[in-house]
């Protein structure tokens, strides 16, 4: 009976319309990690994918011509300088497009059409100011199934792969071998030769990313590979040289909530955005593919709170967080001694308030002798949160940086309309009116520059993390990021270690076509992006302040203290040789501490207790007056203020000699 009912169940032709397990795109899906096994199952190939229908009409195509005109010629803040800086001309490359597509019997296919709009934009080197692609393309990534990084042998690059996708297995090849050639190319002209299809504000940017799209590339800002398959030629460790041919494949990371949000986004935050959409594409992929682990600690996370406080963590140990995607915090032993080490993936969340405040719980349960914040690979996001976070790290109050407009009649009208905003609460533009309506007589290029981050909250709950801090940067760093280091070079927070010699230098505040057509209000010069087509602009530029005031982050970037060229072993062994050099400059630095508390409050007199380490003066503030100074050693101090009365802020701040060393508040 068996047999027979086999049998027929073999013979029995489909039902209409019945459903079958679809076909995987390659074997090793079957064996991807639980926590992203439904995303990666969608994954298809590259020429499956070429079949999905593409059509733009004729119209549609002069519309996204046109707007991108409106953007670049009367929103784009750094027009003047890129045209100058990289010898380009994207206006006029525009016109041209437009009058070919208006004269053009035959019309101009989708994909050279994408290819010339990606180009002109990719011309200005500037990772703010994008075309978007529309459907199929917006949402989808390609990749092969390994991470390949670069490190330094001998002082000569050389490339390795890192990681590789769960699942994934074709020995010899694996994590540790080192790539020689890319499709018959020696791999150095083949990076090049990916690094100048993408944009990026100075070399070393390019080659960052140039590097990274080898093998992961988001499809929102770029055409599918023309290739439908990579050949890549390997050495393994015992010296033996291989060749391993390896597909494309095509899969829609969820980027909901993340992505989605920077382009389409017209909240209060959306005015104070600063980020690299496409970067953050390539990380949210990287993690589904070789993180898979986060995702599942974020699903572990979610609704529940991490523990406020542990005595000790051991080397090595993470510390739980509540953003495990944003903020990773765990103890390192090095041979200098055991510090903490904070990884800020990205400035991308919804709440800048709850990030610092996350962010001041972790540190605070780390080792207090010196901490390492990482951020490369940090595309940046809510310009918010990378300059509130500064506070936390310095006793000195924060400069926030200055952003521009350039002179338009458009950007003023925005500015008129937005003064304060009647369509988004919070926005409040007034600040750079006056300065803009004086251009139209004295010929001005830029209008006066004034924060995004308000000084107040800037400075609002002050220093938490007391000992020395060094942060780690690379290429990669970008926007919002490049902001936090510039502020953390320029009030002197602590050293800083490039892997690179520059961050990725992107120096603006980015407004989406959908946050200008929203601010314009009617009858305006913005009109609707078909097929899911979208656009991006820097609108305002930043600039440094300090003893750098006035120095424009766009295109020059922050350049590190000290330089690391990156080991096999930081690729291979959690970055062994990397944590050991942040270390060793970490351990050159001296420890200071204070910390007060309220012991007793009676009759309008308060006893607080202050607790110092390397500090020799601690000057008393009550809200920002000062009201007296004590010598202090090494210990507690106990100290009665008369006739407090009421008050909102208790300030403390010491000195060693002379020098602002720390700062402790007290709210009544």
Known sequence: MARKTLQRSLNKPKAPGRRHRKTLAAPFLMDTHAAVKTVMAATETLPDFRQTPSELEAEEKLQLVRQALVLLQDNYVHLPLKESMHAVRPIQALNLLLQRLESSDEGISDLEFHAEMLRIFTSVRDLHTNYFLPAPYNEKTAYVPFLLESFFEGGERRYLVSHMVAGFDQPPFGPGVEVFSWNGAPIDLAVAANAARFAGSNAEARRARGLERMTIRPLIQSLPPDEDFVLVGYRTPDGQEHEIRLNWLVFTPDASGAVDAQIEDVSASAFAMGVDVDGQMAGIAKKLLFAPGVVAAEAAAHGKKPPRRRKRFEAGETVPSSMPSVLHAKVVETPQGTFGHIRIHTFSVDDADAFVSEFVRLSEMLPQEGLIIDVRGNGGGLIFAGERLLQVLTPKLIETERTQFINTALNLDIVRRNAPSASIQGLD?????????????????????????????????????????????????????????????????GPIIGVDGNTGAGGANVWTHSLLRRLAGRNSPYGRLPGGANMRVAIRRTLRVLDRAGTPVEDLGVQPDYLHQTTRADLLDGNVDLLAFAASKLAELPVRSLRAETLSTQDGDRAISIETENLSRVDVYLDNRPI???????????????????????????????????????NS
């Open 628 to 666: 007296g100074a004590l010598d202090v050693e090494d210990g507690t101090t106990e100290l009665t203020i008369e006739d407090v009365g009421d008050f909102e802020t208790l300030f403390l701040q010491g000195f060693d000699d002379d020098v602002l060393a720390a700062a402790w508040r007290i």
């Open 429 to 493: 533009l007034d600040p750079w009116r006056a300065s803009m309506e004086e251009s139209i007589s004295t010929g001005a290029v830029y209008s006066r520059g004034y924060p995004i981050t308000e000084k107040a909250t800037a400075n609002g709950i002050g220093q938490r993390y007391k000992g020395p801090v060094v942060l780690i940067t690379d290429a990669k760093c970008y926007s919002t990021t490049d902001i936090f280091a510039a502020g953390f070079q320029d009030h002197q927070i």
